[in-house]
């Protein structure tokens, strides 16, 4: 039996302000998932002085995709640690991947995911969403000339990823245009059918 045999991932892709966050912490409670941002594991490693920590914070403030051997590796770590020291092997992993050879030497190297969880919303409500949260955040990230990169990002890199993995049939899409209650609704039927 492999390292991460046990693992069930799922990726949770969509735009920067669609609520890939809300709705995986969301999940987290009501299933016991464990809920893994990419962005955040990447912010970690800036704030803990991480050996590439000063090229990882320029790179995400510039709105530009953080090589994917840092990306994985982050992953792995927090994966490997959760299937041994827990009874949890549920992940939900937000934010990635970003490119088709990300997903790619992911499963490669961890494990195939068990499905992409698209999330997307109208371009407007985005937008707004993402100005409310800037103004409550100090995220490097959060800045509305970054935001129109990684809007501009999303669009020429994520689809792609979305449609391969269109193709064997491993996506589900919720569109969150509502509430985070009726969002939520949408996001949690889709794991109460598997």
């Known amino acids: 039996m492999g390292e991460f045999d046990r693992a069930h991932v799922i990726f949770v892709l969509g735009p920067a302000g669609v609520g890939k966050g809300t709705m995986c912490s969301l999940l987290q409670k009501e299933f016991n998932f464990v809920h893994l941002s990419a962005g955040a594991l990447l912010r970690k490693a800036v704030e803990e002085k991480y050996e590439k920590g000063e090229?990882?914070?320029q790179m995400?403030?510039?709105g530009i995709?953080?090589?994917k051997e840092i990306t994985i590796g982050l992953l792995k770590k927090e994966i490997r640690y959760y299937l041994e020291n827990t009874d949890r092997n549920t992940f939900l992993v937000d934010g990635f991947p970003r490119m088709i050879d990300q997903g790619e030497m992911f499963e490669e190297v961890i494990t195939p995911c068990?499905?992409?969880l698209f999330l997307h919303a109208d371009d407007e409500k985005l937008l707004k969403r993402l100005r409310k949260r800037a103004e409550n955040?100090?995220?490097i990230d959060d800045n509305e000339e970054s935001f129109q990169k990684?809007?501009?990002i999303y669009k020429e890199l994520c689809y792609p990823v979305i449609e391969n993995f269109g193709k064997v049939n491993k996506v589900k899409k919720a569109i969150l245009n509502s509430t985070i209650e009726e969002n939520y609704e949408k996001v949690r039927?889709?794991?109460l059918e598997d």
């Open 60 to 62: 995400m403030k510039d």
């Open 189 to 191: 039927k889709i794991f």
């Open 114 to 116: 068990d499905f992409v």
């Open 65 to 67: 995709i953080v090589p």
């Open 150 to 152: 990684r809007f501009q």
């Open 137 to 139: 955040t100090t995220r």
């Open 55 to 57: 090229m990882i914070a």
